[in-house]
């Protein structure tokens, strides 16, 4: 009894991740494997308080992109790149880096949010761009 | 209340009674002895990076990552680092078989522990190790090829039964297939897949690569014709599909094992997919029939060639399939199959050949071979 509601319930979660990788921006466990050819690219400025759009190339207070945002592709995002695992699941990380460097430079006391103007390429589509914004920074001068 | 309502709580209860025995009939966990063995190395491939990091005094936060629960335990630095190493110790010992049941929980508890950390951490190959690391972890596959044996063994105490019940092996095999099929069907359903545009524009996107490597032009030529893709993407798709499912069925599994092998080999050639190559290739030894030592190989001690085989067999057969004894002098070499089959010469080096891991691959193909083949009927 007990290892069949073991091996039922396995089985079950594996078909429902799989099933979930359709719709879901992280397909884990969905092992949709080299599912698109998509590239994308982005232009990333810290918008300050007092409006100017500064590219983050250029380190900050201290802190660099390219030191903070290491993984996923997210490296040098102003270079066109593949989107490994799919171009939703691609410009999900980068909601959540662009996030997440909003949320963790406490030295920056001028950045009010983060922007990304992201255009990609869904296989061999045209190119559509469009814009990501990081969470307001509360605080900034 | 009718016969045929009466019948089919019992029919029902008939089924779940066959999958119960299914599940419970105790089979030899040899080929999960052998994976367990094989998986040390994935898992030590696959910490390599982080505790790269962690020694240089960097670990996941120090940059973007993206936890997926807050409640989710995070520990010091120090500690992350510690627990990473006892990892990466812990794999050894499985692999080597010593205090198997503990290492083997211990490397993917701190495997999946790191996975889960962050939305950053997945990767589909990472996922495969650790499904494969949880099934190792409940199956007893420390009672072959191991140093646990070894101790006992010298302690003058008995050996412990190798065979367990199958569940853990089935579920594997779930899993395995499932890689296979969820892959493929994705891409099935996909126009732009099954149609060639992705493998087309990939290839197209690495143009510069491609004239990188020693390809003659006309081979460039073909790999960037999209119209090449038109087929080549209906092949990959079907591969996939076709490992799933062929692995199931004893008349198409070596061909499917066969493909898969190749399918790896190409995408090692073509991607960098971490150790999925490795590891994919590793889990193919969980479809060999759950039974050990039911083949024979007969070899003629007198003669050297056959001595030499008989040795290569006992070295090579990881997978206990053969027990090889000495025939009367002047015998040819002979195999006797599972089914009580004998054949002998260049038909039974073939059949051997293709049941150890290590050559089976080169093996099998000869298998077709119509000599072969009237020599196994």
């Known amino acids: 009894m007990g290892r069949r509601v073991v091996v039922v319930a396995v089985v079950a979660l594996q078909l429902g991740f799989a099933a979930q990788g359709y719709w879901s921006d992280h397909k884990q466990f969905a092992f949709q494997m080299f599912p698109e050819s998509s590239t994308w690219r982005a232009d990333v400025v810290r918008v300050t308080a007092d409006g100017r759009r500064i590219p983050i190339e250029h380190p900050w207070s201290g802190y660099r992109w390219d030191e903070l945002v290491r993984d996923r592709g997210l490296r040098y995002p102003s270079i066109r790149h593949h989107a490994d695992a799919g171009l939703a699941n691609q410009l999900a990380f980068l909601q959540a880096a662009l996030d997440w460097v909003a949320h963790n430079t406490p030295r920056d006391a001028e950045t009010r949010y983060l922007e990304a103007t992201v255009t990609s390429w869904h296989n061999a589509d045209p190119a559509r761009v469009g814009v990501i914004l990081s969470d307001v920074r509360e605080g900034a001068r | 209340m009718n016969t045929a309502a009466l019948g089919a709580p019992s029919r029902l209860r008939g089924v779940v009674a066959g999958f119960d025995g299914l599940l419970g009939r105790a089979v030899s966990m040899r080929a999960l002895a052998l994976l367990r063995v094989l998986a040390g190395p994935a898992v030590l491939l696959h910490l390599q990076p982080f505790l790269s990091d962690g020694w240089e005094g960097r670990t996941y936060r120090d940059a973007f990552y993206e936890p997926y629960a807050a409640w989710y335990p995070e520990l010091p630095g120090a500690v992350y680092v510690g627990l990473l190493s ?6 050894v010992a499985m692999s080597l078989g010593l205090l198997t049941r503990l290492a083997t929980a211990t490397t993917f508890v701190i495997v999946a522990y790191n996975l889960f950390l962050s939305t950053t951490h997945f990767h589909n190959n990472r996922a495969y190790l650790v499904i494969v690391l949880g099934l190792l972890a409940v199956a007893p596959c420390g009672r072959e090829l191991s140093l646990d044996v070894w101790i006992r063994r010298r302690r003058g105490r008995p050996a412990l039964d190798p065979s367990a019940p199958a569940w853990p092996l089935w579920l594997l095999r779930f899993e395995c297939a499932a890689v296979y099929g969820a892959s493929g069907l994705s891409k099935l359903v996909d126009p732009d897949w099954f149609g060639g ?5 990939r290839v197209v996107q690495a143009r510069d690569q491609l004239d990188g490597w020693i390809l003659p032009d006309w081979a460039v030529s073909v790999l960037t014709d999209r119209s090449f893709h038109t087929g080549a993407a209906k092949i990959i798709v079907l591969t996939e599909v076709f490992i799933a499912v062929g692995l199931w069925w004893r008349g198409t599994r070596y061909a499917a094992v066969w493909v898969a092998v190749a399918f790896h080999i190409a ?3 073509s991607a960098s997919v971490q150790v999925f190559s490795y590891l994919a290739v590793a889990v193919l030894v969980i479809w060999a029939v759950p039974s050990t030592r039911d083949r024979v190989l007969r070899i003629d001690p007198t003669v050297r060639r056959q001595r030499r085989l ?4 006992r070295r090579l057969d990881w997978l206990a399939r053969f027990r090889v004894e000495p025939a009367t002098p ?5 195999a006797v199959d599972r089914d009580g089959t004998t054949i002998g010469g260049a038909a039974a080096l073939a059949l051997t050949l293709s049941r150890l891991p290590l050559t089976a691959w080169f ?9 072969v083949r009237r020599a196994g009927r």
């Open chain 2, 310 to 313: 008989g040795a290569l067999v």
């Open chain 2, 330 to 334: 002047g015998s040819r070499l002979e």
């Open chain 2, 86 to 91: 006892l990892a990466a110790a812990a794999a």
């Open chain 2, 363 to 371: 093996a099998l193909p000869a298998l077709l071979l119509p000599a």
């Open chain 2, 267 to 269: 995408i090692e050639v």
């Open chain 2, 197 to 201: 545009t992705v493998t087309w524009h």
